[in-house]
């Protein structure tokens, strides 16, 4: 039988990066325009790493659920989950759609811990949870380093930012 839950939070990630992606796709063009920090991948990059991304954090996700004990341990497991999630989504809009790339640089900090707390929490739960948000951990590390990199060579330039 399937189950529509485990497949649900399995896809909601990569759905929301999905709408994301479609809401952000104009806006991502004003990026080409810009000077970038060493090591900056090309464009064709995203489209190709987020999906797997997204994807891992889903399955991860309900791998640490299913392994949750008790009510208090689901919603931890939730609360954490969700968060990063959001703090994922919220960054495109503020660095691509409203041009906010200071404050897109600490909201990638926080995402970067909350991404943290979550592998770490999925970790306890189910190992292969918590390996599973690897390389996520590491790529928001990496768009930290981005997101800083743009932000110092480009601020000063006339239409980059908003604040």
């Known amino acids: 039988m399937i189950n529509t839950k485990?497949?649900?939070?399995?896809?909601?990630?990569?759905?929301?990066?999905l709408i994301v992606g479609k809401l952000t796709a104009k806006a991502q063009d004003d990026y080409k325009h810009y000077r970038k920090p060493?090591?900056?991948?090309?464009?064709?990059?995203?489209?190709?790493?987020?999906?797997?991304?997204?994807m891992s954090m889903g399955v991860a996700y309900q791998r640490a659920m299913d392994n949750a004990k008790n009510e208090t341990e689901s919603s931890e497991?939730?609360?954490?989950?969700y968060t990063q999630l959001g703090l994922n989504y919220i960054w495109s809009m503020l660095y691509f759609n409203l041009k906010f790339r200071?404050?897109?640089?600490?909201?990638?900090?926080a995402l970067l811990a909350a991404g943290s707390i979550t592998a770490t929490?999925?970790?306890?739960?189910?190992?292969?949870?918590?390996?599973l948000m690897v390389p996520y951990v590491m790529w928001l590390s990496y768009a930290s380093y981005l997101n800083g990199g743009n932000w110092i060579l480009n601020k000063?330039?006339?239409?980059?930012?908003?604040?």
């Open 6 to 17: 485990k497949i649900t939070r399995t896809l909601i990630p990569l759905a929301g990066g």
């Open 38 to 54: 060493p090591f900056s991948p090309p464009a064709i990059a995203f489209p190709i790493i987020w999906p797997i991304l997204y």
């Open 77 to 81: 497991l939730k609360r954490a989950h």
């Open 102 to 109: 200071k404050a897109s640089l600490l909201e990638s900090y």
């Open 121 to 131: 929490k999925f970790y306890k739960m189910d190992r292969a949870a918590g390996y």
């Open 156 to 163: 000063d330039k006339e239409g980059y930012s908003r604040d």
